[in-house]
């Protein structure tokens, strides 16, 4: 082995999906450069924080991780730090302002030119935070080698045009891109040949997917999930994250046709008052959302669905937080994120007063109490079903494998080691809050 062969790359990932597929994309593409992966920071010739800056306390975060690292440095002078991820495109050269250690900063667009960046880093802090026309993926090697899990990512579209007025995303990733759908077709394929059954196909904005067709066409997302059914070995389709103005009728007419296609939806929808929001550029209104999961669920009445939410958004009073708590007994969750607004610099709503922390703690609590108690009744509402269970990894108990109800939830069941990797069907015996226990139907 050659001595640049015998490197060692460290991957730090935080926020979405989204940087869960960049950062295996980023291990590929240094893979390719001779790093080889490892869990240990301490042992790395390269360590990558793959960043979020959703809210304040995740931007945070990479400075006080950065911090961790000093005494890794300090030991091994040739160890180069990278930031990668939201924060990096947000906050670009001012993070090595902040935090000299870092030796490369590089935004979401531009990782396939990070090897570039490591090789020029030896001359001082490389930065990159454009946004290239090209696709970054068109440039990024594929993985040939056998998938770790069963499950898969799969990121079919980048970028928002929405501008939710609380949002970073838009700025941090840059406007909607699809990606071809004949690529999307090969890296599935790919991705099943390599073992895995289950592919959940990503995008902040994932069903505003209209990517180009092998037909010459504009392909939507239920036209890619209905391509991407037709491919042999492959059992479950999901996507996430999708925005409810862009859902159409052969979206959820896709729900009610394909079995692959799990019954599971994360449905963002943010406040339950019209005036919030409108404040807070959504462009729907409450009663528009409750319609639409009514027709989705029309399509598919075992849907589980999932959403995210925001309580202190500013100018939020009381009453249009009643509001929310009203939209969430209306529709019925079985899962679900819910946030402390969080001012966001560069966004429309920053320059507003927010509520307070004391009322939006307050209000957070409340609303978790009524999501808590609906999760808890979908996990119970479960016992005595029979569902399929795609098995992702070995239990804590022996002779226990573990994997993923068609409703995304954890599942334990007493199963033969060769059942690692495959579907089968269980019968739901038993349920706790975060976790279901089965047996082989
Ligand atoms: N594209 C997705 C969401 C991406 S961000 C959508 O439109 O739904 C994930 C979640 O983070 C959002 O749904 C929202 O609930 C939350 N979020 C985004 N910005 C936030 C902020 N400034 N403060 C608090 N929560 C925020
Ligand atoms: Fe952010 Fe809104 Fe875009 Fe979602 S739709 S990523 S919340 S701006
Ligand atoms: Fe965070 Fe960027 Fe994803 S801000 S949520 S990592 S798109």
């Known amino acids: 082995m050659t001595e640049a062969a015998k490197k060692k790359l460290h991957v730090k990932t935080w926020g979405c999906q989204m940087n869960v597929y960049d950062s295996e994309r980023m291990a590929e593409a240094?893979?390719?450069?001779?790093?080889?992966?490892?869990?240990?920071?301490?042992?790395?010739?390269?360590?990558?924080?793959?960043?979020?800056?959703?809210?304040?306390?995740?931007?945070?975060?990479?400075?006080?991780?950065?911090?961790?690292?000093?005494?890794?440095?300090?030991?091994?002078?040739?160890?180069?730090?990278?930031?990668?991820?939201?924060?990096?495109?947000?906050?670009?050269?001012?993070?090595?302002?902040r935090q000299p250690l870092v030796d490369l900063v590089v935004g979401p667009q531009a990782y396939h030119r990070l090897p570039d960046l490591v090789a020029r880093s030896d001359r001082?802090?490389?930065?990159?935070?454009?946004?290239?026309?090209?696709?970054?993926?068109?440039?990024?090697?594929?993985?040939?080698?056998?998938?770790?899990?069963?499950?898969?990512?799969?990121?079919?579209?980048?970028?928002?045009?929405?501008?939710?007025?609380f949002c970073v995303v838009p700025y941090t990733r840059g406007a909607e891109v699809s990606r071809p759908a004949a690529r999307l077709v090969a890296e599935a394929e790919a991705l099943v040949a390599r073992g895995?059954?289950?592919i959940t196909l990503l995008g902040q904005n994932v069903n505003a997917y209209h990517g180009d067709g092998p037909d010459g066409g504009t392909w939507s997302l239920a036209d890619l999930i209905r391509r991407l059914h037709a491919?042999?070995?492959?059992?479950?389709?999901?996507?996430?994250?999708?925005?409810?103005?862009?859902?159409?009728?052969?979206l959820i007419a896709a729900h009610g046709d394909l079995p692959k296609l799990m019954p599971y939806l994360h449905l963002p929808v943010q406040a339950g008052s019209d005036r919030v929001l409108k404040a807070m550029n959504r462009k729907h209104t409450a009663a528009e959302y409750v319609e639409l999961?009514?027709?989705?669920?029309?399509?598919?009445?075992?849907?589980?669905?999932?959403?995210?939410?925001?309580?202190?958004?500013?100018?939020?009073?009381?009453?249009?937080?009643?509001?929310?708590?009203?939209?969430?007994?209306a529709v019925g969750y079985g899962q679900a994120y819910s946030f402390k607004y969080s001012a966001r610099p560069g966004t429309p709503a920053a320059e507003k007063e927010g509520v307070?922390?004391?009322v939006a703690s307050e209000r957070l609590a409340r609303l978790q109490a009524l999501l808590g108690a609906q999760q808890r009744a979908a996990q119970e509402a479960a016992v005595g079903r029979e569902t399929t269970v795609l098995f992702e990894?070995?239990?804590?108990?022996p002779g226990q494998l573990v994997g993923k109800t068609e409703h995304l939830q954890a599942c334990h069941v007493e199963a033969p080691a060769d059942l690692m990797g495959r579907v089968a069907k269980v019968r739901i015996v038993e349920a706790a809050a975060n976790s279901l226990k089965g047996e082989l139907a």
């Open 356 to 358: 307070g922390p004391e």
């Open 393 to 397: 990894k070995v239990g804590r108990l």
């Open 124 to 165: 001082g802090a490389a930065v990159d935070t454009d946004m290239p026309p090209e696709d970054k993926f068109d440039h990024l090697p594929v993985a040939r080698t056998p998938a770790k899990r069963p499950t898969a990512f799969l990121t079919v579209q980048e970028g928002c045009d929405k501008f939710c007025a």
């Open 293 to 329: 999961i009514g027709r989705i669920r029309a399509a598919r009445p075992d849907l589980l669905l999932s959403g995210d939410f925001i309580v202190g958004f500013p100018g939020e009073t009381e009453a249009e937080f009643e509001d929310t708590l009203r939209l969430v007994e």
């Open 231 to 250: 491919v042999e070995g492959l059992a479950r389709i999901r996507y996430t994250t999708s925005h409810p103005n862009d859902f159409t009728d052969d």
């Open 196 to 198: 895995v059954k289950e």
């Open 30 to 97: 240094m893979a390719a450069q001779g790093y080889e992966a490892t869990e240990d920071a301490g042992e790395a010739d390269l360590i990558l924080l793959n960043t979020c800056h959703i809210r304040e306390k995740a931007a945070e975060k990479v400075y006080s991780e950065l911090g961790r690292l000093k005494p890794l440095k300090a030991r091994n002078p040739d160890l180069k730090i990278g930031v990668a991820g939201c924060v990096a495109q947000a906050e670009g050269a001012e993070i090595v302002a």
